[in-house]
T-cell receptor, first 112, second 114 residues
């Protein structure tokens, strides 16, 4: 089956750097995605890695190592507004039409 | 573009009542999904539809039915609501570009069953 593991909670201070890890098990791999969800809101897409390495988008970066079945989301220059839940996700390899499998989410708390 | 819209935004039901949650997308996506999210929990897939006319069960389908009315609309029905169905319900549609699937979520429906 397919599964993803990520820490349930992470706490960091404003201005710091935080890394949210995700390990996955899947029988077929099509890349690793990250979503952000503010309290009570809709999840929104953040990033996607298909190949090994680091992808940078402003203060956020996402890393993938396919050989280790591991990725992380790196948030730099943390701001209070970054307090949210972050989900990693992989495609279900058995559904060609598309279906994502989400991790349980990591709640990030940014303290002043 | 409105993206993914959901109605209603809030609903209170009594145990045993029925209701239909509406979802529509204007992005011409083939696939649509219904999730539930309980406090402090992740997203659990209830049902999904890979294309107009097809629906499949997800992780937690019991107590729910769905209808893919057309390409735009995907509704979720609770025939006899139970307190265990108190949750936030998210509808989503997805775009597939090569190997990358990106899901777009609606604002959610907050349901309380008394």
């Amino acid at each position: 089956g397919q599964s993803l593991e990520q820490p349930s909670e992470v706490t960091a201070v404003e201005g710091a750097i935080v890394q949210i890890n995700c390990t996955y098990q899947t029988s077929g791999f099509y890349g690793l995605s990250w979503y952000q969800q503010h309290d009570g809101g809709a999840p929104t897409f953040l990033s996607y890695n298909a190949l090994d390495g680091l992808e940078e988008t402003g203060r956020f970066s996402s890393f993938l190592s396919r050989s280790d079945s591991y990725g992380y989301l790196l948030l730099q220059e943390l701001q209070m507004k970054d307090s949210a839940s972050y989900f990693c996700a992989v495609r279900d390899p058995w559904n060609q039409g598309g279906k994502l499998i989400f991790g349980q989410g990591t709640e990030l708390s940014v303290k002043p | 573009n409105a993206g993914v819209t959901q109605n209603p935004k809030f609903q209170v039901l009594k145990t045993g009542q029925s209701m239909t949650l509406q979802c529509a997308q204007d992005m011409n996506h083939n696939s649509m999904y219904w999730y539930r999210q309980d406090p402090g929990m992740g997203l659990r897939l209830i049902y999904y539809s890979a294309s107009e006319g097809t629906t499949d069960k997800g992780e937690v389908p019991n107590g729910y039915n769905v209808s893919r009315l057309n390409k735009r609309e995907f509704s979720l029905r609770l025939e006899s609501a139970a307190p265990s169905q108190t949750s936030v319900y998210f509808c989503a549609s997805s775009r597939l570009a090569g190997d990358q699937e990106t899901q777009y979520f609606g604002p959610g429906t907050r349901l309380l069953v008394l």
